[in-house]
């Protein structure tokens, strides 16, 4: 007998709008954040410093996507944000973290939050 580990959708027309895995250890993961405010993005880019804290073995450049994240956050905490300090910086966070699954999610998230906030 074996076993079945894979995904099955029945029942007529199906849509997925979110990640989906599927056989031994797979994950999927979904960071989404609500739009507009800055407490928004402040959780998104917390999340993003704990992934990249708890990935930091599979990132090649972990120290300087963690110092970019926290330089978003001092930002993003100041009396008056710079958008375009903040976007910038985002962008590059995003790029840094792309290749691992998890931390590409919460850049993925931080990016639509700071987005929504800053237009």
Do not use: C, W
Request: proline share 5%.
């Amino acid at each position: 007998m074996t076993e079945n580990q894979g995904i099955s959708f029945s029942g007529g027309y199906v849509t997925i709008s979110g990640p989906v895995a599927a056989g031994p250890h797979a994950t999927a993961n979904l960071y989404a954040a609500p739009a507009g405010t800055p407490d928004d993005a402040l959780r998104q880019v917390n999340l993003l410093l704990l992934l990249i804290r708890e990935h930091h073995a599979a990132l090649a450049d972990a120290g300087v996507a963690e110092q970019i994240a926290l330089k978003v956050r001092a930002e993003l905490t100041a009396a008056k944000p710079d958008p375009d300090r903040v976007l910038g910086a985002v962008g590059r966070l995003t790029k840094r973290v792309a290749a691992v699954g998890a931390l590409a999610t919460a850049g993925a998230g931080l990016d639509q939050a700071v987005h929504a906030l800053f237009g």
